[in-house]
């Protein structure tokens, strides 16, 4: 940017400038949720997938019904259940059903 603004360089070579920045770099960063995710890591995401998909069409062949996963965007997509979420409850809420699937209390 330096450069740009001190006119060493046109705006047209700082955007190939730009383009061309490594997988790693903070601006790729920026645009993957703080994330270095590069084209290795996009590709083990797909062959992961993939997999899935053919574990499924096994279980088709045998005659079951599949389950076909969705694709996610990223590994770290928020579509799971995180561990801790409470699910709306309150702490007093959580703190009952935990008491209640506990070992019960036995009298003396």
């Known amino acids: 940017m330096g450069a740009y603004w001190r006119r060493e360089i046109s705006a047209r070579q700082l955007r190939v400038l730009v383009e061309h920045l490594p997988p790693g770099s903070a601006l790729h960063r920026a645009r993957n949720d703080g994330q270095q995710w590069t084209n290795v890591e996009a590709l083990l995401w797909q062959l992961l997938h993939y997999l899935k998909i053919l574990d499924q069409r096994l279980v088709w ?48």
Not at 77 to 87: I, K, P, W
């Open 61 to 108: 062949h045998r005659g079951k019904r599949p389950k076909w996963p969705k694709w996610l965007q990223f590994p770290w997509s928020r579509d799971a259940v995180q561990l801790g979420d409470r699910g709306g409850a309150t702490t007093e809420e959580v703190l009952a059903y935990l008491k209640s699937i506990g070992p019960q209390q036995q009298a003396k």
